[in-house]
């Protein structure tokens, strides 16, 4: 069976997971604050807040990036979106400035969303309903949803992996399982792939899932030529040998 339209789940454990009234351009037909989304790209937007941890952000933010650096494909637009436009502070204190407010904001289609781990995604942000409903209202025409360490927990909540399996953060697994008793859920791996749906455990690991998704659409050569500019080695095929298949 194709390794992409089959279950994918990679074996391995994982340790720990101004006021802008000027802030805005014009890029083609849509308004962005100091982003440019070109027309023939995909739309990659990453959910982002208060608590926030760095790796699961800027992981998989610096492999989809690099994506505008390669010929010949339809590379990813990156951009962040938030309740506010205001900066919000992660986790470890890094002032990020959202590009748009989902509030608020008229957002360009987005093609895959993001959510990195926050700190309060096992507990108070899974309470607020407005994120919720953003997370559906993608999920609605998104190509991927994705979800690195605690991120699982939001899309969980949101009753979209209801029907498919999926992962977290490893010391976190028990909890989920607790939480969501009715899903189907892998232990002991490092992302899982159903459908439309790609979880991950986090921490370093985000680099891995989202280079699978590289590889997934953009072939092996690409995937390993970001991951080399990366200084990542890559080899899908030797991570996934003993996948069942």
Known sequence: MNKFLSLLCILGLVSGCFDKK?????????????IELHPDNYNVAFLIMDGTYNTEFTAPYD????????????????????NTLEPITTFEGLRILPDFNYLRDSLPPIDILVIPSAEHHLDTDLKDRAMLNFVKRVDKNALF?????????VLAKAGLLDKVTSTTFPSDIAK?????????????????HDGKYITSAGGAKSFEASLYLCEYLYGKEVAKSIAKGLVIDWDLNAITKSIPQ
């Not at 690099?66 to 938030?82: L, W």
């Not at 994705?146 to 991120?151: F, K, L, M, V, Y």
């Open 176 to 192: 989920y399982k607790h939480m969501f008793p009715l899903l189907k859920v892998k232990d002991s791996v490092l992302f899982v």
């Open 22 to 34: 000027n802030h805005s351009k014009t890029s083609g037909n849509i308004l962005t604050r100091n």
């Open 63 to 82: 492999i989809f990036q690099h994506t505008k650096y390669r010929e010949g494909i339809k590379a990813m637009n990156t951009f962040t979106v938030a």
């Open 145 to 153: 949803m994705t979800s690195h360490c605690d991120g699982a927990f």
